[in-house]
């Protein structure tokens, strides 16, 4: 089945640590993205990248950072920076350029106490 | 930012009831889309509509776009209880960065 998926689905850690969210795709898509997505509000872009080693800041880039070192993974490194982390964080892909849809996972809810 | 408003925040009506939705955004782009998202869980894709394109059709879905107002409406006909979800827009500008809306919560009745 192709997809994306993201593990693990709910993550505990405690304050002061850096915590790592995986997001793994088999779309063959050029493009990644990671949102953040606070209760009730919309989507808030973090980082995104359009091909292999290369990636944007997003509007909240602050605290997060990310790798892409192969093009079917993006992983989100929360770091201890990150000063209000707990969140459900959504990783998306889409074939790079303009006019796509997103394909989205499931996400991971992350709490941090 | 060019980040969307859905309106209403939320929406709750009876099963076969059509659903309204609206989105108003900032700057100019180069396609809207609709996304819906069932609680604690992904985003899935609804439709997209380009900024030359007025109206759009899906299944019981319409969409149209006002480029001049910046806004587009989501209509769905004929509701289901399964339609419960909230939705949202997203903006694409430049290539491959999307900005989404705060997004509307309906609640359809059976």
């Known amino acids: 089945d192709g997809g994306i998926t993201q593990s693990p689905k709910y993550l505990f850690r405690k304050e002061g640590q850096n915590v790592t969210l995986s997001c793994e795709q088999n779309?063959?898509?050029?493009?990644m993205y990671w949102y953040r997505q606070d209760p009730g509000q919309g989507l808030r872009l973090i980082y995104y990248s359009q091909i292999v080693n290369d990636f944007q800041k997003g509007d909240i880039a602050e605290g997060y950072s990310v790798s892409r070192e192969k093009k079917e993974s993006f992983p989100l490194t929360v770091t201890s920076a990150q000063k209000n982390p707990t969140a459900f964080y959504l990783c998306?892909?889409?074939?790079?350029?303009?006019?796509?849809?997103?394909?989205f996972g499931p996400g991971t809810r992350l709490t941090v106490t | 930012s060019q980040q969307g408003e859905e309106d209403p925040q939320a929406l709750s009506i009876q099963e076969g009831e059509n659903a309204t939705m609206n989105c108003s955004y900032k700057?100019?782009?180069?396609?809207l889309q609709w996304y819906r998202q069932n609680s604690g869980r992904g985003l899935v894709h609804l439709i997209l509509?380009?900024?030359?394109?007025r109206e759009k059709h899906s299944g019981r879905l319409r969409v149209t776009l006002d480029t001049s107002k910046k806004s587009s409406s989501l209509l769905i006909t004929a509701s289901r209880a399964a339609d419960t979800a909230s939705y949202f827009c997203?903006?694409?500008?430049?290539?491959?960065?999307?900005?989404f809306g705060t997004g509307t919560s309906l609640t359809v009745i059976p």
């Open positions: 509509i380009r900024s030359n394109e």
């Open positions: 997203a903006t694409e500008a430049t290539g491959n960065q999307f900005y």
């Open positions: 700057t100019s782009i180069n396609n």
């Open positions: 779309l063959n898509h050029d493009a």
């Open positions: 998306a892909s889409s074939i790079a350029g303009t006019n796509y849809e997103q394909y």
